[in-house]
Nanobody, 119 residues
Framework: VQLQASGGGLVQAGGSLRLSCAAS????????MGWYRQAPGKERELVAA???????NYADSVKGRFTISRDNAKNTVYLQMNSLKPEDTAVYYC??????????????WGKGTQVTVSS
């Protein structure tokens, strides 16, 4: 199983970016999918998460600006980021709780994509 993230880049404050993360491999089902971020010198933190049923959870710092969604048929999770601020600068990682046939659910991480917001 692999998670491949894309969509990071450099944007000015107030701009938007859309991150995508696709899971591939021998997947039976995916429970929660989410995005985390880690800024230099800081711990990795949850940005947003979404269950297979569509329930969402957001960090207070991104509520109202970021929207997480997923396409279950494509095993893909998205993060639409609007009104970006310099403090959103970080490496963004996707995460998924993936069940393979014959195995219990396991946590998988993508390699991370850099998001840089200039002031």
């Amino acid at each position: 199983v692999q998670l491949q993230a894309s969509g990071g880049g450099l944007v000015q404050a107030g701009g938007s970016l859309r991150l995508s993360c696709a899971a591939s491999g021998s997947i039976f089902s995916i429970n929660v999918m989410g995005w985390y971020r880690q800024a230099p010198g800081k711990e990795r933190e949850l940005v947003a998460a979404i269950t297979s049923g569509g329930s969402t959870n957001y960090a207070d710092s991104v509520k109202g600006r970021f929207t997480i969604s997923r396409d279950n048929a494509k095993n893909t999770v998205y993060l639409q980021m609007n009104s970006l601020k310099p403090e959103d600068t970080a490496v963004y990682y996707c995460n998924a709780d993936i069940w393979m046939v014959g195995y219990a659910g396991m946590d998988y991480w993508g390699k991370g994509t850099q998001v840089t917001v200039s002031s």
